[in-house]
């Protein structure tokens, strides 16, 4: 055996103990799986698989998964609803958690007039369950499409908010397994960012509604939002705005006025419709995103001077060894 393979067999072999070590700790309705697909999980749907992937069903089954990875080193990703992420091709060498399990998605009103809402909660259910109670303030985050952890864990935002506009306390949960509530004044948070999650997992928020309206009147704001997106973004599968918008400039018009609407690698394109977009049109892979993410902003530095930066998540990996 070359020293290559053998070291991919000892690898193999610990990932299979790893996910065995773990099993028995965890309640039955906690799901464990080896080399899960992550493709279908992500709206890009491109990329390979976890090496293990959990979806845990109670606080005490993430608590024992967190404290089992960082006891062996093995490094923890979260996975909300895969809307802002590119997986690589060869996966992720980690333990991927996804808070899929209905115990995540709680939505609860309070006495005193806040919200409670749960890290697997999805935006477009916050929405429409805000609108039935009669709650406003939550229209814009109708059109994103991700759930409460991802967007607080990249202050999720759309027409002229983001979450942390209306967030009032935050409960996460440190990868040493200890549950914190933080109010808005202990958080860092800024335009796609929030340092409180760099390690450690959301688990829900108190939001602050803005005011009380009829459901039929906050169901039409919505429906503004719904169609403005529909007319600017493109309906291919796509991992949202690559880049980050550089200060006072648009992304999407410096793309646009380089030309690079169009332009693809394999099936993967800068989308005609709004250029901060790749989408796949339909067999395309982690390869050919990264490598059209690399041209466009070679094209961006070369003709405007402009360096971007991404706004995706390059899942498992750090942008700057790829770029
Ligand atoms: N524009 C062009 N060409 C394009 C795309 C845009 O000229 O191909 C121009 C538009 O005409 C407009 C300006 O650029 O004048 C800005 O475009 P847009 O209004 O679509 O907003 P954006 O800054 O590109 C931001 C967020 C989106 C969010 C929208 C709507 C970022 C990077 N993007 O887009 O968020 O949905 O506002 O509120 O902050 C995301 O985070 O994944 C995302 C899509």
Redesign the pocket.
Known sequence: MSSELSLLAVKTLSWDEFAAALAPLLSPETRLRREEPLATKTTMRVGGAARVYAEPASIADLQTLLRAAVQRSVKVLLLGRG??LIVPDEGVDGLVIGLAHDVWAAFEPRSDGRVWVGAGLRLKNLCGLAAKAGLTGFE?LE??PGNVGGALR?N??????WIFDVVEEMQLMTFAGEVKTLGKSALHVD??HCAELHDAIALGAVLRPAAHADAEAINRQIDV?RR??HE??PREPS???????PPGL????L???CGL?GEHVGDAEV???????IINRGQATGADVLELVRRVRTRVRQVRGVELEP??LLYGKNWRDVL
């Open positions: 809307s802002n814009f059109g994103i990249m999720a935002g759309a027409m002229g908010g335009y796609r939002y403005k997106r600017s973004q991992a949202g705005c690559v880049f980050k918008n648009s992304a999407g018009r793309i646009d006025e609407k989308s005609g419709v709004h250029a901060n977009f706004e995706v």
